[in-house]
Each structure stands twice: as structure tokens, then as C-alpha cells.
């Protein structure tokens, strides 16, 4: 059983669609689904799964990533009309939901890199159960990129491990004795532990809830230091204010991305 398998499950429980069920026998049906906003569209790879396993026909107008203007039809499904609506719902969340995200991270790189074309804005942990990784898809279909998936892909020292260890130096260097594969990063939260931690062996380092001129500043004298370590802008970034962090930055992150955005308006109507 798959993601999709257990959506539907979600849905239809071990009764089914009982107004469907009660209504229609063996009728077919045509529908198409249609923008009501202009987007970045996402979500169609997973649409067509959807209606594949209720052994529908679906035909995709579009494609992923794929800008469209308001009352766009992006998907013709024919089949079985019990069919066409089980698949309803949990299709529509999907396109909705990761339209919406890849259509804010579109606007956001594109807004950011006319200042600094080599800078990223990412994805972060801060995603709804179950659906990150569509979450993080559609940020990368809008032009972003994932970040860490999980704990389990990359070292993030943060507050709470430090406020345990007691040491920045004690932290990393525990790490060194049993990571030796993965990107190292350290969160900081003031200028002190910032030039400490550029003195260290380390890959990134991220900027917690730095004001844009302070940032500014601990960026300057960490690359003075070492020039090589990426610096990483997070905490209390907003729409409105990204575009201070963006000259001195090489990264952005997020958790408005995933968490915050408002999805796009789309329908399926039965033709």
C-alpha cells in the first residue's frame, strides 16, 4: 500500500462512497478539472495516480511546473462515474495544496534572484504529517529546494542540542566521531557563537532570527573567516522582508512555504 492507496483509504473507510454507492449503478461520465486562479500548477503526477488506480482515463493538459491563467481546463478524466468522484477530493487537495506552494516559491526566487542570482530560498521540516514530501516537491517544482527531509539526512546543531551539550566545540566534535558522510550545519543565534563556529570545520552555518543588519554583519566577518561555509538566513523572514537578507546570503529558508501559503482554487466538473 502506497501514499495514494492510503489517502483513498482515509476517504472512503470499509463502506465506500455511500451517496455514490446509493445513486449511480454502472454510469460513465466525463469531467475535467479547471483553474479558478493563475498559478504554478503541481500536483498533476499525482492526480494521474490517483485516477489510474480507480481505473479511470485521464488525459493532463499541462505539466507540472507549467505557469496557467485563470479557468485553464489542466485534466480530462472519463470512466466510471462512482469512479471520477471517489478520486474527486483527493485529487483537487493535491493540485491545490502543492500549487499553492510551488506558485509562492516561484514568486519568492524570482523576486530574490533579480538581487542575487545565486542565492537559493528551501524548503524546512515545517510540513504537514504524511504529506511532506509532496510539500517539498512543490517547492522544488516552484524553483526552490527541499533542504533536509528529516533528522535523518543531514546534521542541524540547533538551540536545544546545545542548551544539553553545553558547547558548541563539544557538539561538533561528538558529531565528527560519528558522521562522516553528511553535511554538518549549526544554528546560531548571536554574533559571539557565529564567529565561533566559522572557526570550526563545518559546512553551513544558519542565522536564527537575525535582524537584516545584524545578519549582515555576522555574514561579513564569517566569511572573512572562512569563505567556504554557506550562509544560511532563517527566522522571522517574511515576504515582505526577504529582500534584505538576499545580498549577503547563499541561503533562505522558510517555513511559511510549507505552512502558511494559501492554496489554489481549482474545480472538477462533471461535463
Given at each position: 500500500?502506497?501514499?495514494?492507496?492510503?489517502?483513498?483509504?482515509?476517504?472512503?473507510?470499509?463502506?465506500?462512497?455511500?451517496?455514490?454507492?446509493?445513486?449511480f449503478?454502472?454510469?460513465t461520465?466525463?469531467?475535467?478539472?479547471?483553474?479558478?486562479?493563475?498559478?504554478?500548477?503541481?500536483?498533476?503526477?499525482?492526480?494521474?495516480?490517483?485516477?489510474?488506480?480507480?481505473?479511470?482515463?485521464?488525459?493532463?493538459?499541462?505539466?507540472?511546473?507549467?505557469?496557467?491563467?485563470k479557468?485553464?481546463?489542466?485534466?480530462?478524466?472519463?470512466?466510471?462515474?462512482?469512479?471520477?468522484?471517489?478520486?474527486?477530493?483527493?485529487?483537487?487537495?493535491?493540485?491545490?495544496?502543492?500549487?499553492?506552494?510551488?506558485?509562492?516559491?516561484?514568486?519568492?526566487?524570482?523576486?530574490?534572484?533579480?538581487?542575487?542570482?545565486?542565492?537559493?530560498?528551501?524548503?524546512?521540516?515545517?510540513?504537514?504529517?504524511?504529506?511532506?514530501?509532496?510539500?517539498?516537491?512543490?517547492?522544488?517544482?516552484?524553483?526552490?529546494?527541499?533542504?533536509?527531509?528529516?533528522?535523518?539526512?543531514?546534521?542541524?546543531?540547533?538551540?536545544?542540542?546545545?542548551?544539553?551539550?553545553?558547547?558548541?566545540?563539544?557538539?561538533?566534535?561528538?558529531?565528527?566521531?560519528?558522521?562522516?558522510?553528511?553535511?554538518?550545519?549549526v544554528?546560531?543565534?548571536?554574533?559571539?557563537?557565529?564567529?565561533?563556529?566559522?572557526?570550526?570545520d563545518?559546512?553551513?552555518?544558519?542565522?536564527?532570527?537575525?535582524?537584516?543588519?545584524?545578519?549582515?554583519?555576522?555574514?561579513?566577518?564569517?566569511?572573512?573567516i572562512?569563505?567556504?561555509?554557506?550562509?544560511?538566513?532563517?527566522?522571522?523572514?517574511?515576504?515582505?522582508?526577504?529582500?534584505e537578507?538576499?545580498?549577503?546570503?547563499?541561503?533562505?529558508?522558510?517555513?511559511?512555504?510549507?505552512?502558511?501559503?494559501?492554496?489554489?482554487?481549482?474545480?472538477?466538473?462533471?461535463?
Amino acid at each position: 500500500m502506497d501514499d495514494i492507496d492510503r489517502y483513498l483509504e482515509e476517504d472512503l473507510g470499509d463502506k465506500g462512497d455511500i451517496t455514490s454507492d446509493s445513486l449511480f449503478t454502472n454510469e460513465t461520465a466525463e469531467a475535467k478539472i479547471i483553474a479558478k486562479e493563475n498559478c504554478i500548477i503541481a500536483g498533476l503526477e499525482e492526480t494521474k495516480q490517483i485516477f489510474k488506480k480507480l481505473k479511470t482515463q485521464i488525459k493532463t493538459l499541462v505539466k507540472d511546473g507549467d505557469f496557467i491563467e485563470k479557468d485553464t481546463t489542466i485534466a480530462i478524466i472519463k470512466g466510471s462515474a462512482k469512479a471520477i468522484l471517489k478520486g474527486e477530493r483527493l485529487a483537487l487537495n493535491f493540485i491545490c495544496k502543492m500549487s499553492g506552494i510551488s506558485t509562492e516559491t516561484k514568486k519568492l526566487v524570482k523576486k530574490c534572484r533579480k538581487i542575487n542570482p545565486k542565492l537559493t530560498i528551501a524548503a524546512t521540516r515545517k510540513t504537514t504529517p504524511g504529506f511532506r514530501k509532496y510539500e517539498k516537491k512543490a517547492v522544488m517544482i516552484g524553483g526552490g529546494e527541499a533542504h533536509r527531509y528529516g533528522l535523518y539526512d543531514a546534521v542541524m546543531i540547533k538551540d536545544n542540542h546545545l542548551k544539553i551539550i553545553g558547547s558548541i566545540d563539544e557538539a561538533i566534535k561528538r558529531v565528527k566521531q560519528k558522521v562522516h558522510d553528511n553535511i554538518i550545519e549549526v544554528e546560531v543565534e548571536n554574533k559571539k557563537d557565529a564567529i565561533s563556529v566559522a572557526k570550526l570545520d563545518i559546512d553551513v552555518i544558519m542565522l536564527d532570527n537575525f535582524t537584516p543588519s545584524s545578519a549582515r554583519n555576522v555574514a561579513e566577518k564569517i566569511r572573512e573567516i572562512n569563505s567556504k561555509i554557506l550562509i544560511e538566513i532563517s527566522g522571522g523572514v517574511t515576504p515582505e522582508n526577504i529582500t534584505e537578507y538576499v545580498p549577503f546570503a547563499d541561503r533562505i529558508s522558510l517555513g511559511y512555504l510549507t505552512n502558511k501559503v494559501k492554496s489554489i482554487d481549482f474545480s472538477l466538473e462533471i461535463l
